[in-house]
């Protein structure tokens, strides 16, 4: 199992058996019509020739082949606060759709719940048995724990899924407590975490800074992403970025992807792979970031990785540039995403 790129979100009001192969099609007509050629990228993002053209060539590839690659049925704020007699029918309509559409999902896909506080917890208890009790599930299935807080809520959560053993799940970091204790709750997760997602505004209001200033380049989102990485380097669980509020909606399509465009290539350098979308339109942008990245360092990764095994993965020296075996390491890393997001062939790839 791969890490996608990107994780969207639906409310669970609107989910129907057809909805993430409209989204796809969503996706890919909007980068048809407000990028239609390379220019566009170049005149947006900066992206020079030849670069430009073949980024905008495999994104339409990838668009074509599928522009979702992991989804996520909301019944937290992208559902909102609604009676209990609608949230139940939500969720036996979303179970019904998923059950209906199980062979045609995306490659990971799950549910977000509402969170384990003590005002929410039984009905994310009662939302979550009721799906999983009427759904097919399907392949790399995925539950959601949004505000998480202490390690009991993860448990009780790893408990809630003790009939589904195939079911992971993801935290979400969202509050400062949660930042000084991600060990814990991975250690409460029981080998069932994959991932964790870092809940960016969410995460800035309860610090108190205002709404004109919650951006995911925050200094204060800065240091809980150094904080992700370090805390959790070495564990096998992917981190994933918060979202760009400012969706790529007409007549502002072009403004909504250079802010995503810049938040994505910001997480890139900080080492997050993956992040949220909130909008189809999104996914175009995103690929376009990541794209642009891997490729514009592939004929000096190339270089770099030749001389390294040149040397029999000893330390090596391309240039000014010192590489020892800890660079090797990341040498391979960077081949490996690029390859697995489609920024690269693996006819690219050097032997």
């Known amino acids: 199992m791969h890490q996608p790129i990107h994780t969207l979100y639906g409310g669970a009001h609107l989910f129907k058996s057809t909805t993430c192969s409209k989204l796809n099609l969503l996706a890919q007509r909007s980068f048809a019509e407000f990028a239609p050629d390379s220019a566009t990228l170049v005149e947006l993002f900066g992206i020079p020739e030849p670069l430009a053209a073949t980024v905008h060539a495999r994104v339409t590839e990838k668009l074509r082949r599928g522009a979702i690659e992991d989804f996520r049925i909301d019944f937290e704020d992208g559902f909102g606060v609604r009676t209990e007699a609608e949230e139940d029918a939500a969720v036996d309509n979303a179970a ?40 097919t599930l399907p392949k790399n299935f995925v539950v959601t724990l949004p505000k998480v807080t202490s390690p009991e809520q993860v448990v009780g959560l790893i408990e809630a899924l003790r009939p589904y053993p195939s079911a992971r799940i993801e935290i979400m970091v969202e509050t400062p407590e949660s930042i000084f204790i991600l060990p814990k709750l ?35 989102c800065e240091f809980a992403r150094s904080m992700m990485l370090a805390s ?18 007409p007549p502002a399509v072009h403004e909504g992807w250079k802010a995503h465009y810049a938040n994505v290539r910001h997480a890139l350098y900080n080492g997050f792979y993956q ?3 909130l909008h189809p339109a999104q996914i175009p942008a995103r690929l376009v970031a990541v794209y642009a990245f891997f490729r514009e360092g592939l004929a000096e990764a190339s270089l770099r990785l030749r001389n390294f095994r040149a040397q029999a993965e000893q330390a090596a020296r391309v240039g000014a540039i010192f590489d020892d075996a800890a660079t090797g390491r990341g040498l391979l890393n960077y081949f490996e995403r690029a390859v697995h997001c489609g920024a690269i062939g693996e006819e690219e790839v050097p032997r």
């Open 96 to 135: 019904r759709e998923v059950t209906a559409a199980v062979e045609t999902l995306p490659p990971m896909f799950g549910i977000r719940i509402k969170s384990f506080h003590a005002e929410t917890e039984a009905r994310a208890l009662r939302t979550l048995d009721r799906f999983l009790s009427q759904a």
């Open 186 to 220: 991975l250690e409460a997760a029981q080998g069932k975490c994959i991932a964790a997602h870092f809940g960016a505004y969410d995460y800035t209001s309860s610090l108190g800074i205002t709404a004109a200033h919650q951006t995911l380049q925050h200094p204060a």
């Open 232 to 249: 959790l380097a070495g564990t096998g669980v992917w981190l994933a970025d918060g979202a760009t509020n400012l969706l790529p909606i």
């Open 275 to 277: 992040g949220w979308d």
